[in-house]
């Protein structure tokens, strides 16, 4: 494909420094996943054999699927679909339904995602006004069931989220996405490494860390091994088109294969660093880890209220939830507002407002399945669940196989090269013979025999 020899195209707004690059990437990547996900199913799934097992993933697939991404999106200068389109124009064959998985992935994600932001967000807003002073380490179940339990607080919440995300979006590229996470993700850090030090500096704190880090490896079974791909997927926001779009943000200077390599790096530490503020804490006060998706909601407040300024730790531990579930959404908002501006002609404005509409009218249904909704149940699940086990355990994989495929022996070895060392001045071409390897054969394959798996098709 010749650039010089394409129609010109209208200006597209771009990140404009490699801070701003990974800024918007890692606040992508970062997200609810770390604080929400990330310890609810290590404490499902046996601690540090399940941290193990999702290391692996992260490496050995979801990464090789954001360079993938990242090749795709720059080299296309596109949305998720467009970019398919514009590297296999002749359309003999639908690659371009990959964006279409993508584009669909993006809302099923949100549906659900800002149902739990806005817990979080209600969370942070209720800790920050004092709301939690008077209720006792045996009330933080009762507090939450009947949060979610009731319509109104957690649907009106799920709209301030969408209110708050559209406004970023609609400020633009540069100005709204890049900035923002740029402003945000320091405070971020500082926020955990500050409960951090809390949770490991409390008496007994050592359980919590040996929890994480010491794998015990009879604990690893196919569930295990599917639900750390899926997380693996989930976390780096790979397989649906988010990297692609934020792939044709980034500078024909920039490194994709480093920028990849630091957010899987950076991002794999937060949830560690995630961990390393719940586990000890949750140990030293003789909680139980493995209460699942009510741990944050339940547990931590139960938690922090035990220890000494607590309520403090707690109003900064949901604010930094709330940071990194904002950058999340973000991203996972453009993939539509991307899709709809450039290959429909909207407006950015229109194609915000209505994407986040239909988020906030079918994410709904996922905000009411744990109250009038709750027995309610498509393929034996509710909503929320549906739209969960949709996204991360299908449309993420499927999406990530065809990715594979398409960068591996579709666009083949000479455009990998050209893009992902900068025509030669990078030389990473061992790294890139690696690479290749990987998105042609192991990550295909792997991800095949997973989701097979996954769906009961082949018994491991
Ligand atoms: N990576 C985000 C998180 O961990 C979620 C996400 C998934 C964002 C897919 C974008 C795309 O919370």
């Not at 799920?158 to 995300?165: A, C, E, G, R, S």
């Not at 633009?172 to 955990?192: N, Q, S, W, Y």
């Not at 404005?349 to 996922?366: D, H, P, R």
């Not at 196989?401 to 893009?419: H, N, Q, T, Y």
Request: with cysteine; hydrophobic share 55%.
């Amino acid at each position: 494909m010749n650039e010089s020899n394409e129609p010109s195209q209208p200006q597209r707004e771009g990140f404009t420094t490699t801070l701003g690059v990974l800024a918007a990437t890692l606040g992508s990547a970062v997200g609810l996943g770390n604080i929400w996900k990330f310890p609810s199913l290590t404490g499902q799934n046996g601690g540090a054999a399940f941290v193990f097992v999702y290391m692996i993933g992260v490496a050995l697939i979801a990464m090789p699927v954001m360079i993938s991404e990242f090749i795709i999106g720059r080299k296309a200068g596109a949305n998720a679909v467009g970019a398919f389109k514009r590297l296999e124009p002749a359309r003999t064959k639908p690659w371009f339904l990959t964006g279409v998985i993508g584009v669909v992935a993006a809302f099923l994600i949100m549906f659900f995602y800002t149902d739990v932001a806005g817990w979080v967000y209600s969370y942070a807003f209720r800790a920050l006004s004092g709301g939690f002073a008077h209720v006792g380490v045996n009330q933080t179940a009762g507090v939450f069931d009947s949060y979610i339990g009731s319509a109104a607080g957690p649907l009106i919440w799920q709209w301030i989220v969408l209110i708050v995300i559209s406004s970023v979006i609609i400020a633009g590229v540069t100005r709204g996405i890049e900035r923002m996470t740029k402003a945000l993700l320091p405070i971020l850090f500082v926020l955990l490494l500050i409960c951090d030090v809390r949770a490991l500096t409390l008496p007994g704190a050592f359980e919590g860390v040996r929890y994480l880090f010491q794998p015990d490896f009879t604990k690893i079974t196919a569930g295990v091994v599917l639900a750390a791909m899926g997380l693996a997927f989930f976390k780096l926001s790979v397989g649906m088109g988010t990297m692609t779009t934020y792939g044709s943000y980034i500078g024909k200077k920039e490194s994709l294969p480093a920028t990849a390599i630091r957010v899987a790096l950076a991002d794999t530490l937060v949830s560690l660093l995630a961990g390393l503020a719940i586990f000890p804490a949750v140990f030293a006060f003789g909680f139980k880890p493995d209460a699942g998706p009510s741990l944050l909601f339940i547990t931590i407040p139960a938690v922090f209220k035990t220890m000494p300024f607590g309520q403090v730790f707690l109003t900064m531990f949901f604010v930094l939830a709330a940071i990194a579930a904002t950058g999340a959404m973000i991203s996972l908002l453009e993939v539509p507002v991307a899709y709809l501006t450039e290959e429909k002609k909207w407006s950015r404005l229109w194609a915000t407002i209505f994407s986040a509409g239909l988020m906030g009218v079918v994410g709904s249904l996922a905000t009411l399945s744990t109250s009038s909704l709750s027995k309610t149940l498509v393929f034996g699940k509710t909503f929320f669940d549906l739209f969960d086990f949709l996204s991360s355990n299908i449309a993420l994989p499927v999406g990530g196989v065809f990715i594979c495929l398409f960068v591996g022996w579709k666009l083949g070895k000479k455009i990998i090269v050209e893009e992902a060392s900068n025509d030669g001045s990078l030389h990473n071409l061992a790294l890139l013979k690696v690479f290749t390897f990987t998105v042609r054969y192991i990550a295909p394959i792997a991800i095949v025999l997973v989701l097979l798996n996954g769906l009961g098709i082949l018994k491991a």
